[in-house]
């Protein structure tokens, strides 16, 4: 009884909320998920007080945020010895990104951009995502579902923030991206320019396999530039040509890695879910501090195509760049994780879904190369995981190519190969204005499981030329499009798309703004 009289109250303050305010959006029932808004906010003594649509927002973050510190702090306490080599895994990966997402929530909310907020409140849906992902993966047999990571609906309460923070940008005018000269767009500073273009490197840090630098490894330098720098300025490590066998993670700011030479200076590992790590973990390189650049660099994963997901680099670096690097494995080759990323003049070799995640990225002037994978097995270019319609994330391919590697050629007649397929229910990818070779497959694209994810899925094709491009013959999927409008086309650019005209300049990297 006392139960039913706290929702009638809780219900009726709802009711009372909305015919106070003037504007629909304000309410639970415009959300997503109503019954955890109501549930989570109207209990908030500061919820009557709430009269505009940014307090409202601001309302919802402190309640997922609240909800996100208290699974932390339970998952944190809870005694795991017990639990089998997959699931103390995957745990450990989902404190990791449970910690990231109290972090997001946190910056969502001093945030007055709405690009900011909208990209970060994705990229913590996407740490719910992986959070679930690695028990699957690793077929735990650990009772996920009853943890403390799915008691609190903080997936939920994330999908009813995009929501509401999306409509605080359909209130507002829409600002005005302004073209930079040169084409480069504004969150690459005039210093970082210099770094990319340049063929000298005043470097701070030097590796050296030989022993001629300050270190052996690469991970024995991003140790040391984490306590020499104060994470506000450039720090640039210098990589020499080698192989440097080992698995790196680095959590530090506005660091730069710079190679001597894509294939000369390679970082290499064979970490995969065979072997025992979630997909997450298996990455050889690791990115999550914002702010990342690297140039002139190869990444590599060697487990091969019998170990399933592999991942050579993952980054959920904001603002990131990677110019003139290559990325080599077989399945799940780049993982672009999450938040705003660019790649331009890259090569990216791969078997399955080898570009895949959540990030919003544009990958430019790039070559895709299709690799020979196992027997029976059908090739995939992406996969992409928005799981929400709310999110900002997608993947966009722009005067790119895609074409069969040196070992796939011989026997590319014996494999089918397409641009992508749905990985999760929104998945997001279009290829504008690039060169696809006779290996994909006239239908394109690849269901991932019967009618999932059809008609909610985005996926489209502009301008694009080769053998390959045809799209008579294309898949007659709701969410599938021939794009025809450069209008349509011009929302997937890196100056719509990515804001990449606030931050990409200042790298010096080299790009097209528009189509």
Known sequence: MASLLAYFLAFLLFVTYRVATSDPILSCSQTPNPHVCSSMVSPSPLFAQAKTLSGFLHL??????????????????MDVSSLDKGAKAAWADCLELCEDTIGKLNRSMSSSSYDDAQTWLSAAMANQQTCRNGFIELGSSFPFGSSPFMSYNISESLSNSLAINKATTAAKSGGNRRLL???FPN????ADRKLLHSSTI????????DGSGNYKTISEAIAAATKQSNGRSRFVIH????VYNENVQTPMKNLMIVGDGMNATVVTGSRNVQDGSTTFRSATFAVTGDGFIARDMTFQNTAGPQKHQAVALRSGSDLSVFYRCSFKGYQDTLYIYSQRQFYRNCDVYGTVDFIFGDAAVVLQNCSMYV???MSGQKITVTAQGRTDPNENTGISIHDSAVTAASELKPVQGSFKTYLGRPWKKYSRTVFMKTSLDSLIDPAGWLEWSGNFALSTLYYG???NTGAGADTSQRV???????????????KFTVANFLSGNSWIPATGVAFTSGL
């Open 181 to 183: 000269s040169g084409g």
């Open 202 to 209: 005043n470097a701070d840090l030097v590796v050296a396999k």
């Open 60 to 77: 919802a973050l402190q309640a997922a945020k609240d909800r996100a510190v208290r699974v932390h702090e339970l998952a944190s306490a």
């Open 476 to 490: 007659k999927w709701p969410g599938y499009h021939v794009i025809t409008s450069a209008t349509e086309a011009s």
């Open 239 to 242: 990589v020499k040509a080698g």
């Open 371 to 373: 690799r020979k994978p």
């Open 461 to 463: 094709e502009y301008m």
């Open 187 to 190: 969150w690459l500073s005039a």
